[in-house]
């Protein structure tokens, strides 16, 4: 086989089905699968939510990447003429410095550090957070089968239609509020520990650091005192609250002030569920196209709703506590936290034009295992460079259809919208526009 042919690589990636996936044509990894797989059977009653792949970044669940449970393949053409189907991990194991640069081969012992998703969610994705990677070692060696890797997961959403979610922890001030209006919430809190966080948040100075560590270890008691109540008392709070909300309109101040449409919904996909009043401690999040949230570890989360794109280092160990039919570690959770205080914009994380490509939005988050990169090439430019990078990468057409080559080689790839194709390290890849009614829209994860 000619490495030519392998700079860049056409990766198979498979759509997987969850209760939270949005329905058929409402989908957008069911979209991308259609447009790029005519054999897709796209079913208008199915939910998808996940599409494994090695390089692309949608989820709902495309899996773009190398990790064992959504693994994605390639497909290339050998010197005989014989058409080769493998796991991308295998041939990146086989030409390891050739795939990933020196750099990265040996820092992540041949192994590709991010995976790549593309999310598509109807319903709340649990409340949740991700452990660090000393964290990751010991849950993962203590119970291996609820944390299946030794690895952190860092990651990052970046919406591609309106997107909602929970993330981090509200201002003091919005929470203590929350206890001092919503009687259902503080006695969920219980009176005592309510007391104590109104109190320290009445006390707290930006200049004051013993004063802010106050009124997280307050906070902390206050999430925890939730999280490990009877379910059957959160429930009969819950459905108090309800009755209350349920007799003022949706336009009355109060409802609006209480979150009472967003409580609803919450509460008909999980009926009396813990999580239901975590949306009184975290920051609801509306996220239009190209925001982004960087979720660290420790930073407490939920999707709600819409489609993003998700990049993370390569792991799946999720430590959840609520809104999710899956295994609950609420102790693990409470503790692992950060419970630092912010507000919505600043739980949002920037992008910035990149300083050569004004084409390039770039996603840069403070961890080695990845970044992105959002490229919109508009419709009236022919043809276009993806650059070459020290490291791999794997890109994703969201929009438009380009034909792709290596120096100008005769050796082409059809692009087209949900095209996912893994690009070797130090290598670039040139791009001809085939559609003119669309601007070219390509997400690229990559580490260097």
Same mark, same amino acid.
């Given at each position: 086989?000619?490495?030519?042919?392998?700079?860049?690589?056409?990766?198979?990636?498979?759509?997987?089905?969850?209760?939270?996936?949005?329905?058929?044509?409402?989908?957008?990894?069911?979209?991308?699968?259609?447009?790029?797989?005519?054999?897709?059977?796209?079913?208008?009653?199915?939910?998808?939510?996940?599409?494994?792949?090695?390089?692309?970044?949608?989820?709902?669940?495309?899996?773009? !990447?190398?990790?064992?449970?959504?693994?994605?393949?390639?497909?290339?053409?050998?010197?005989?003429?014989?058409?080769?189907?493998?796991?991308?991990?295998?041939?990146?194991?086989?030409?390891?410095?050739?795939?990933?640069?020196?750099?990265?081969?040996?820092?992540?012992?041949?192994?590709?550090?991010?995976?790549?998703?593309?999310?598509?969610?109807?319903?709340?994705?649990?409340?949740?957070?991700?452990?660090?990677?000393?964290?990751?070692?010991?849950?993962?060696?203590?119970?291996?089968?609820?944390?299946?890797?030794?690895?952190?997961?860092?990651?990052?959403?970046?919406?591609?239609?309106?997107?909602? !979610?929970?993330?981090?922890?509200?201002?003091?001030?919005?929470?203590?509020?929350?206890?001092?209006?919503?009687?259902?919430?503080?006695?969920?809190?219980?009176?005592?520990?309510?007391?104590?966080?109104?109190?320290?948040?009445?006390?707290?100075?930006?200049?004051?650091?013993?004063?802010?560590?106050?009124?997280?270890?307050?906070?902390?008691?206050? +999430?925890?005192?939730?999280?490990?109540?009877?379910?059957?008392?959160?429930?009969?709070?819950?459905?108090?609250?309800?009755?209350?909300?349920?007799?003022?309109?949706?336009?009355?101040?109060?409802?609006?002030?209480?979150?009472?449409?967003?409580?609803?919904?919450?509460?008909?996909? +999980?009926?009396?569920?813990?999580?239901?009043?975590?949306?009184?401690?975290?920051?609801?999040?509306?996220?239009?196209?190209?925001?982004?949230?960087?979720?660290?570890?420790?930073?407490?989360?939920?999707?709600?709703?819409?489609?993003?794109?998700?990049?993370?280092?390569?792991?799946?160990?999720?430590?959840?506590?609520?809104?999710?039919?899956?295994?609950?570690?609420?102790?693990?959770?409470?503790?692992?936290?950060?419970?630092?205080?912010?507000?919505?914009?600043?739980?949002?994380?920037?992008?910035?034009?990149?300083?050569?490509?004004?084409?390039?939005?770039?996603?840069?988050?403070?961890?080695?295992?990845?970044?992105?990169?959002?490229?919109?090439?508009?419709?009236?430019?022919?043809?276009?460079?993806?650059?070459?990078?020290?490291?791999?990468?794997?890109?994703?057409?969201?929009? !438009?259809?380009?034909?792709?080559?290596?120096?100008?080689?005769?050796?082409?790839?059809?692009?087209?919208?949900?095209?996912?194709?893994?690009?070797?390290?130090?290598?670039?890849?040139?791009?001809?526009?085939?559609?003119?009614?669309?601007?070219?829209?390509?997400?690229?994860?990559?580490?260097?």
């Amino acid at each position: 086989m000619h490495l030519l042919y392998t700079i860049a690589l056409k990766l198979v990636c498979a759509v997987q089905q969850y209760a939270w996936g949005k329905i058929g044509s409402n989908s957008e990894v069911a979209l991308l699968a259609k447009s790029n797989d005519p054999q897709f059977s796209l079913k208008e009653d199915s939910p998808y939510s996940e599409e494994y792949g090695e390089t692309c970044m949608l989820m709902v669940s495309l899996w773009m !990447g190398t990790h064992t449970r959504g693994p994605s393949h390639v497909t290339y053409q050998d010197t005989n003429g014989k058409i080769v189907n493998k796991l991308l991990s295998d041939w990146i194991k086989d030409n390891p410095v050739f795939a990933m640069g020196q750099k990265i081969a040996d820092q992540y012992q041949n192994q590709l550090p991010f995976l790549f998703k593309v999310l598509s969610v109807q319903k709340a994705l649990s409340i949740q957070a991700h452990p660090t990677k000393q964290h990751a070692i010991e849950l993962h060696g203590s119970r291996p089968d609820k944390y299946p890797d030794p690895n952190h997961k860092p990651e990052m959403a970046i919406a591609l239609t309106p997107f909602e !979610g929970l993330c981090g922890f509200r201002p003091v001030n919005e929470i203590a509020s929350f206890l001092q209006t919503i009687p259902e919430f503080c006695n969920v809190v219980g009176n005592e520990h309510a007391k104590s966080f109104i109190a320290s948040s009445k006390a707290i100075s930006t200049e004051d650091e013993n004063s802010i560590l106050a009124s997280q270890k307050a906070l902390k008691l206050c +999430f925890t005192s939730v999280m490990q109540r009877d379910p059957d008392f959160i429930k009969r709070q819950l459905d108090m609250l309800l009755q209350r909300l349920s007799n003022a309109s949706e336009d009355d101040d109060y409802y609006k002030a209480s979150l009472g449409s967003l409580l609803q919904r919450l509460n008909n996909q +999980f009926p009396g569920d813990v999580g239901c009043f975590c949306i009184y401690f975290l920051n609801y999040m509306r996220l239009d196209p190209g925001r982004c949230l960087f979720l660290a570890a420790g930073i407490p989360h939920a999707y709600l709703a819409g489609d993003c794109i998700e990049c993370m280092a390569c792991s799946d160990n999720v430590v959840r506590a609520g809104l999710t039919p899956k295994y609950k570690d609420v102790p693990t959770l409470c503790e692992m936290l950060n419970y630092r205080c912010a507000t919505s914009t600043e739980n949002l994380f920037p992008c910035h034009t990149d300083s050569t490509d004004e084409f390039i939005s770039v996603y840069d988050p403070p961890v080695d295992d990845f970044a992105v990169h959002s490229i919109r090439v508009p419709k009236t430019i022919s043809s276009y460079t993806i650059r070459a990078l020290p490291g791999p990468s794997i890109f994703l057409v969201v929009h !438009g259809s380009a034909e792709g080559s290596v120096d100008g080689e005769d050796h082409c790839i059809s692009l087209r919208r949900g095209s996912v194709v893994f690009l070797a390290a130090e290598h670039s890849y040139s791009l001809r526009a085939t559609g003119s009614d669309e601007d070219l829209f390509i997400m690229r994860a990559y580490c260097v």
